[in-house]
């Protein structure tokens, strides 16, 4: 069974530094793959932090998370730093589709690619929003 290869260093616009921990590893002495989602939501969150766009006190929209995913290529650990790379894999009205690479810290090919998608809602009502024009040109950076 063969499988499309994953995408290289090159194919991410932004990166987001990680490390593992201490507790990452699990019995088999490599971090474990729910860790993953977690290093991915961190950095999408890091980003957009970063970018301006989010505010997770305050903000309104908010970005729900409705579906992820991961394939895995090699085994990472503790201790090692890391970098999860940022792509834009599809911008909808109401919606955002990123790409995600984790690289061990200067590696050209991933250990793990992953994909993370928000919808954004009212803070109170829950209902999808058309994303501001402000933001659709930031997120295009990663496209």
């Not at 919606?95 to 954004?120: K, N, Q, R």
Request: proline share 6%; hydrophobic share 40%; glycine share 8%.
């Amino acid at each position: 069974m063969s499988r499309e290869p994953l995408r290289p260093r090159d194919a991410y616009r932004a990166f987001v530094p990680m490390t593992t921990r201490w507790h990452d590893n699990d019995v088999y002495g490599h971090v474990n793959n729910v860790v993953y989602y977690a290093f991915f939501d961190t950095a999408v969150n890091t980003w957009l932090i970063e970018m301006g766009l989010l505010d997770v006190t305050n903000g309104d929209p908010i970005g729900l998370v409705v579906e992820t995913g991961c394939r895995y290529a090699a085994s990472v650990h503790f201790p090692q730093k890391l970098e999860v790379g940022l792509a834009l894999a599809k911008l909808g009205s109401s919606s955002v589709t990123y790409h995600l690479g984790l690289f061990v810290e200067g590696a050209d090919e991933p250990a793990a690619e992953g994909h993370f998608t928000h919808v954004y809602v009212g803070r109170d009502s829950r209902r999808p929003v058309a994303l501001p024009e402000s933001w659709r040109k930031v997120l295009a950076r990663l496209g």
